[in-house]
């Protein structure tokens, strides 16, 4: 009986016998050549920028094989996620042909990170030829690669992803290696170098430095990148299909009083929870739209990928499919599903996808598990019938059905939407975002940054209305000039959460708050730096406090709207990965009058609606305004009549709160805490701590603690305390408030 078990883990490669049946395309010799040029040079660092789709991994460990296994060169391969650490290893594996690797017969790969099935750092060792690690496992235990690099001259350093690699994990990575290496040959993969802040492109820029230009020259100190191509090309190259996006509206409403807990896991963790899947699963209506949207263009469609909500949802969608006289089955997860009992073993599912790509199956039904990996190349229509918040599951579920001619697919590509109403606002993700916004294509890059900045900008526009939830009291929102409660533009940025997984997040500025981020964003490492926080996942508790130092320094006083802490804490968490300050996008080119429903009331009131008039007015707004921008930054129809009427109401002067008639006792502001005072006098408060800091000066105009005398420039440092504490009688007015360092308020507050 054998004492031990095959993984896929680590293994030795044996060349392949034979030529490779696959020819790379015209882009991928390219950018091999282009590659072997600068390869010329002692050590390099460049970016190699290809579009979803356009085969990144195949290109990369193709040329490898050749360039540096067979010239007896370690290779250490760097990415984020399990799936990618896969992807690498087996394509090493399946292109290891003896034509490119002439002088070798085999070589050894070992996968290492978090996950059960890859082996750990402590099993590297010095045979090891490629290492594909997770930048997680290694980040913390650097000192294992070192017995690996003793003695190494040479190393290819690939990361996978390397739009994330300004992070400071992957950052430490790499200054180790550069350390132990004489030459480090660098080579990051991407499709989106520079779709972020400018501030992460400045530091992806001293990261990848060289790059090769237009005529095949090497160019050391810039922006380096050897090898580019855009969309458009592929899809002129009919590599990639041409994407049509077609919606259809299931007039469901669904997340009516999903509670917050839900719709945070939703909006951060991309999971439905199971009440709602269950509902969307059973919904008749929807489920028969979508089989009925098949049948209408079923010609046209072709062979169809439907992504279900749930498993239960899938087995109904089979069910009715096949009813219908279409062919179809479904893929599951091999784990037994606690609802419906139902287990489908790995066997089980090779048969139904081996079923499909002999066209036997007309639709094929899963959850989320043929989002990648799997070749299924005559796909010419995925039907979205499950939302997401993630641009990363969009792409790869879209990415189904990109297979264009040359690479065995369809020149087209249809993309099947189907929207529901959602009664709470989530910024659930457009198939055409990931495009580019329009279904258009463009070379240039500023164009993409445009184009998804606008798309962002409509779509976080909507977050608005969930300050305005007809839950809530909104009469000191209403008392606001509308135009005010407009945004003026965002900062947007995405990082890496500790499960491996990206997260876009945008932040919404208003004139209110505009002021309050600026000071924030100046005072960023100043602020980490206080803390002594220098890991790249800060604690839970950590950002709390973080957090409240913010409000206390920088967001205290009246703000309508208010700022979230939800959006602080995510600013913390980006700044604390990446040392950087997220980019600001101005909403400049969204025409704030458009949606100034006080302007819409004025003319209602000047041309003297009635009713009907009035009701064509509106009605003729909210259906033709450009580009749908009431709908999207309203939501609902009826809260824009609510909000309309308000207006009109204001105009009219008939807009009034209910009369007072009861008379309440009173406490003296001064016998409140700050913090209580900010909820009934946020002005008050923020004139209190202003106060304070103000005498604090010393005759440089330095910021100086009242007890250590310690100084500084800013006020991040320091905390405004009571002189005489209030539970010895002290009083929350001016005279009686200071400021300490928040060593000398601890100890006070110890005592």
Not at 215 to 222: L, M, Y
Not at 542 to 563: A, K, N, R, W
Not at 646 to 655: D, L, R, S, T, V
Not at 694 to 710: D, F, P, Q, T, V
């Amino acid at each position: 009986m054998k004492d031990y078990i095959e993984v896929k883990s680590n293994g030795r490669v044996r060349a392949k016998k034979g030529t490779n049946t696959r020819t790379p395309y015209h882009h991928q010799k390219d950018a091999m050549r282009k590659l072997s040029i600068i390869n010329e040079e002692k050590s390099f660092s460049t970016l190699v920028v290809l579009p979803t789709g356009g085969g990144k991994t195949y290109t990369a460990s193709t040329w490898l094989l050749k360039n540096a296994i067979d010239q007896k060169k370690k290779v250490l391969w760097i990415a984020h996620r399990q799936m990618l650490l896969d992807q690498a290893a087996e394509s090493f594996q399946k292109f290891a042909y003896a034509e490119v690797m002439p002088h070798i017969s085999e070589f050894t790969y070992r996968i290492v990170s978090g996950s059960s099935s890859h082996d750990r750092s402590i099993d590297i060792t010095a045979k090891d030829n490629i290492l594909i690690l997770s930048k997680d496992s290694i980040g913390r235990n650097l000192d294992r690669l070192d017995c690996w690099l003793k003695g190494e001259k040479e190393l290819f350093v690939i990361v996978d992803e390397a739009h994330h690699s300004t992070a400071k994990t992957y950052r430490k990575i790499l200054d180790y290696v550069k350390q132990k290496v004489e030459n480090v040959k660098l080579i990051g993969l991407t499709a989106t170098p520079f779709r972020t802040s400018e501030s992460e492109a400045g530091l992806l820029a001293q990261i990848y430095k060289d790059g090769v230009n237009d005529k095949d020259q090497v160019v050391k100190n810039d922006l380096g990148i050897t090898y580019q191509i855009g969309l458009k090309d592929l899809i002129n190259n009919r590599i990639l299909s041409k994407p049509i996006f077609e919606s259809n509206f299931t007039d469901e409403d669904y997340g009516e009083e999903i509670g917050l807990d839900a719709l945070e896991r939703i909006q951060y963790l991309d999971v439905i929870p199971d009440e709602l899947a269950d509902r969307m699963a059973q919904s008749a209506v929807r489920n028969k739209l979508i089989v009925d949207t098949y049948l209408k263009k079923a010609n046209e469609y072709g062979q169809t990928i439907v992504f279900a909500v749930s498993i239960a949802h899938a087995i109904v969608l089979s069910k009715l499919f096949n009813n219908a006289g279409v062919a179809a089955d479904y893929v599951i997860s091999s784990v037994k599903d606690a609802v419906t009992g139902v287990t489908v073993s790995r066997e089980d599912n090779e048969r139904k996808l081996q079923n499909y790509r002999d066209g036997k199956l007309q639709v094929l039904i899963n959850v989320n598990i043929l989002t990648e990996g799997v070749d299924l190349p005559q796909t010419k229509t995925v039907f979205l019938a499950r939302p997401t918040v993630s641009k990363i599951l969009m792409t790869q579920m879209v990415g189904r059905a990109l297979r264009g001619t040359a690479a065995g697919g369809t020149s087209e590509a249809y993309i099947v939407s189907f929207v529901d109403q959602w009664n709470e606002h989530i910024s659930w993700c457009n198939p055409e975002s990931i495009f580019g916004g329009d279904g258009k294509f463009s070379d240039d890059t500023r164009d993409y940054e445009r184009q998804d900045i606008n798309l962002i900008a409509i779509s976080k526009i909507e977050e608005f209305a969930s300050l305005l939830d007809e839950n809530v009291d909104t009469t000191a929102l209403e008392k606001a000039p509308f135009i005010s409660r407009i945004p003026i533009g965002m900062y947007a940025f995405s990082y890496l959460q500790d499960n491996g997984m990206d997260l876009s997040y945008q932040v919404m500025v208003y004139d209110s708050t505009k002021e309050a981020y600026k000071q924030l964003m100046l005072s960023l490492s100043t602020l980490f730096a206080e803390y002594g926080v220098d890991e790249e996942y800060p604690s839970v508790e950590i950002l709390e406090q973080m957090e409240e130092h913010c409000h206390d320094t920088f967001f205290c006083g009246e703000m309508i709207p208010p700022y979230e802490k939800r959006d602080v804490i995510n600013i913390l968490k980006y700044y604390a990965q990446y040392d950087a300050v997220p980019a600001f996008y101005t909403f400049d080119e969204v025409d704030a009058s458009k949606l100034d429903v006080s302007k819409i009331a004025q003319h209602i009131w000047d041309e003297d609606m009635g009713a009907r008039k009035k009701a064509e007015y509106t009605n003729e707004l909210w259906n033709n305004s450009d580009e749908n921008m009431l709908k999207m930054f309203f939501g609902r129809k009826t809260y824009f009549l609510k909000q309309l009427d308000i207006e009109i109401m204001k105009i009219a002067g008939n807009y009034d709160e209910d009369e007072e008639n009861v008379t309440y006792g009173v406490r003296q502001l001064e016998d409140m805490s700050l913090s209580e005072i900010r909820k009934v006098r946020p002005d008050y408060e923020k004139e209190l701590r202003d106060e304070a800091f103000e005498k604090s000066k010393n005759k440089r105009g330095l910021y100086e603690c009242a007890i250590c005398h310690m100084t500084a420039s800013n006020r991040i440092p320091f905390q405004v305390d009571h002189i005489v504490p209030m539970n010895q009688g002290g009083k929350t007015k001016s005279e009686n408030l200071q400021i300490l360092c928040r060593k000398c308020n601890g100890r006070k507050g110890d005592k």
